[in-house]
C-alpha cells in the first residue's frame, strides 16, 4: 500500500473557487510535498512543508501540517482553468525516501 | 541549461527482453529514484539512491534492476522477471537534505508487445 492517501480521489470546481485536498500518511516523516501532474507529463514540485512546520504559504497555495493526526491539506484559492491537473503529496522519510499517494484529479471549469 | 532528462520518450518490448531506461541529471542532486506510473494511479518507488554507489529498494522493487556508478546517472533495467512492466516510467533527483522538492523527467512510456 502506498504511503500517502488523498482525499478525494476527484474534484471538480468552477473557475474562481477554492480546491481544498487532503492526504494522510503513516510513519514519520522529515517533511511532506506537493506536486501537481498535467497528463502524461512529469510532477512539478509545488511546495514543502517540514515536519516542524504548521503551514506555509506560496502564492495562491496554502499547505497544512498535522503531524500529530498525520496529515496535510493543499488549498488552492481562486482556481483557474490552468490549474487542471493531478495533484500529489509526497513523504520524505530521513534515508531520503519519497513516497507518493494515489493523487486527486482536479478539473477546474470555466 | 539544468535539469533531468530521461530517454527514451516511448519504448517498446518484446516479452522476455530485458530493456534499460536511462536517467540523467546535471543538478549535481544526490539523490536519484525511480517510479512506476499505471494509468489514473499515483506513483509507486521502485529503488532510490541517496549518493553513489549505493541503492536501496523502493515498494515494488522485483523485476527491477538499477546501478548509480557516477552521480549523473541512475539507469534502470526492467528485466524479463517483471510480470506486467507495461507502464509510464518516472525518475527524479533531489538535493536529498529536504530543503527543496525533486525535480522529475517527462517519461518513458514502455509498452510490451
Known amino acids: 500500500s502506498q504511503q500517502g492517501e488523498e482525499d478525494p480521489q476527484a474534484l471538480s470546481i468552477q473557475e474562481g473557487e477554492n480546491a481544498t485536498m487532503n492526504c494522510s500518511y503513516k510513519?514519520?516523516?522529515?517533511?511532506l510535498q506537493w506536486y501537481r501532474q498535467n497528463s502524461g507529463r512529469g510532477l512539478v514540485h509545488l511546495i514543502l512543508i517540514r515536519s516542524n512546520e504548521r503551514e506555509k504559504h506560496s502564492g495562491r497555495l496554502r499547505v497544512t501540517l498535522d503531524t500529530s493526526k498525520k496529515s496535510s491539506s493543499l488549498l488552492i484559492t481562486a482556481s483557474r482553468a490552468a490549474d487542471t491537473a493531478s495533484y500529489f503529496c509526497a513523504t520524505e522519510e530521513n534515508d531520503y525516501k519519497l513516497s507518493f499517494g494515489a493523487g486527486t484529479t482536479v478539473t477546474v471549469r470555466a | 541549461d539544468g535539469g533531468i532528462t530521461q530517454s527514451p520518450k516511448y519504448l517498446f518490448r518484446k516479452e522476455g527482453q530485458n530493456v534499460t531506461l536511462s536517467c540523467e541529471q546535471n543538478l549535481n542532486h544526490d539523490a536519484m529514484y525511480w517510479y512506476r506510473q499505471d494509468p489514473g494511479q499515483g506513483l509507486r518507488l521502485i529503488y532510490y539512491s541517496q549518493i553513489v554507489n549505493d541503492f536501496q529498494k523502493g515498494d515494488i522493487a522485483e523485476g527491477y534492476s538499477v546501478s548509480r556508478e557516477k552521480k549523473e546517472s541512475f539507469p534502470l533495467t526492467v528485466t524479463s522477471a517483471q510480470k506486467n512492466p507495461t507502464a509510464f516510467y518516472l525518475c527524479?533527483?533531489?538535493?536529498?537534505?529536504?530543503?527543496?522538492?525533486?525535480?522529475f523527467g517527462q517519461g518513458t512510456r514502455l509498452t510490451v508487445v
Open positions: 510513519t514519520s516523516i522529515n517533511n
Open positions: 527524479a533527483s533531489s538535493i536529498g537534505t529536504g530543503a527543496q522538492g525533486a525535480f
